[in-house]
């Protein structure tokens, strides 16, 4: 009788034991699961804090565009403009070309254009004016280490103005020379009207 009580209670404490096993066994594995999981979340944080750092904030109305020729993309943009001397400036991207300077101004937008006679885009620059009858271009191309004009500035007043509108492009009559519109006064002799403003077209000269 007392062998049987001592083979029950030696089976009671082998069962005590492998539970006590298994319990150890599965907080161990809980446990390593768990730094698995928080090791992961942190690698993944890791990388996303690593992407935004490396993501790069193109600015608003910036063009992207090839200026120098040598198949280098990078993007143009107004950094600021100063209203006391109604200045815009014109940076790009990595200060990789020198700044532009438009006077008389208080804001732009920008465009890149191709031409042919160019192996490289230009730059159209719509000025904004004081007086917002007017919009007012410039045509900058990068050549020798300095930003020329292609041709001079033009105006065209805002009643000549439509959504379809290029200010300016290729002559296709004469390679050496760009086409452009431009707006003149013009006083009605009629009466009617006391005035109005013409939209006219030109073919310019090409300034290298």
């Not at 999981?37 to 690698?43: C, D, G, K, L, R």
């Not at 452009?180 to 109005?196: E, H, Q």
Request: hydrophobic letters at 40%; a negative charge; glycine letters at 2%.
């Amino acid at each position: 009788m007392k062998a049987i009580s001592v083979i029950i209670l030696l089976l009671v404490l082998g069962c005590k034991e492998t539970n006590n096993k298994q319990i150890v066994e599965t907080d161990l594995n809980s446990i390593e699961a768990t730094e698995a999981i928080e090791a992961t979340e942190a690698i993944e944080a890791a990388a996303v804090i690593e992407e935004k750092e490396n993501l790069v904030v193109v600015p608003e109305g910036a063009v992207d565009a090839n200026f120098t020729g040598k198949e280098d993309m990078f993007y143009a943009y107004v950094k600021n403009v100063n209203l006391n001397t109604q200045t815009t400036y014109i940076h790009f991207e990595n200060e990789k070309l020198p700044q532009l300077s438009i006077p008389e101004s208080i804001g732009a937008t920008l465009q890149a254009l191709k031409m042919k006679n160019f192996d490289r885009n230009l730059l159209l620059v719509n000025a904004k004016l004081k007086d917002t009858n007017f919009n007012e271009y410039y045509l900058y191309f990068w050549n020798d280490s300095i930003w020329k004009q292609a041709v001079n500035r033009f105006n065209i007043h805002k009643s000549n103005m439509n959504d379809t509108l290029t200010p300016i492009f290729d002559n296709p009559k004469d390679s050496t020379q760009l086409l452009r519109y431009y707006s003149v006064f013009d006083l009605d002799k009629s009466g009617v009207k006391k005035y109005s403003w013409i939209l006219l077209q030109e073919s310019v000269p090409i300034e290298f």
